[in-house]
Nanobody, 115 residues
Framework: QVQLVESGGGLVQPGGSLRLSCAASISWFSLQSMAWYRQPPGEERELVAMITTTGSTIYGDSVKGRFTISRDNGKNMLYLQMKSLKPDDTAVYYC?????????WGEGTLVTVSS
């Protein structure tokens, strides 16, 4: 079992920044990939960013150039630095990890971008 706990969500004004964190219950080295997904109100869950064990990254088109995914293997932490936030970024953000072919999800953290 892998437990993932997100933190860092909240209310931010358009153009602002926010950093999300995800803490894992086991070493990141035992996971195949880590990612952030989001689910806007009334919409499907979508990929925001992914990072592999080799450090390769993939970003969703809507966040390229604004969001940065990173990890701290020593602390078993995953981060999502979000800049130039827009109202369309409002969503519940979920931490995701894969281990031995099984996906694991956190409970999510709400990000609201509004003036």
């Amino acid at each position: 079992q892998v437990q993932l706990v997100e933190s860092g969500g909240g209310l931010v004004q358009p153009g602002g920044s926010l950093r999300l964190s995800c803490a894992a219950s086991i070493s990141w080295f035992s996971l195949q990939s880590m990612a952030w997904y989001r689910q806007p109100p009334g919409e499907e869950r979508e990929l925001v960013a992914m990072i592999t064990t080799t450090g390769s990254t993939i970003y969703g088109d809507s966040v390229k150039g604004r969001f940065t995914i990173s990890r701290d293997n020593g602390k078993n932490m995953l981060y999502l630095q979000m800049k130039s936030l827009k109202p369309d970024d409002t969503a519940v953000y979920y931490c995701n990890a894969w281990r031995y072919g099984t996906p694991y999800w956190g409970e999510g953290t709400l990000v609201t971008v509004s003036s």
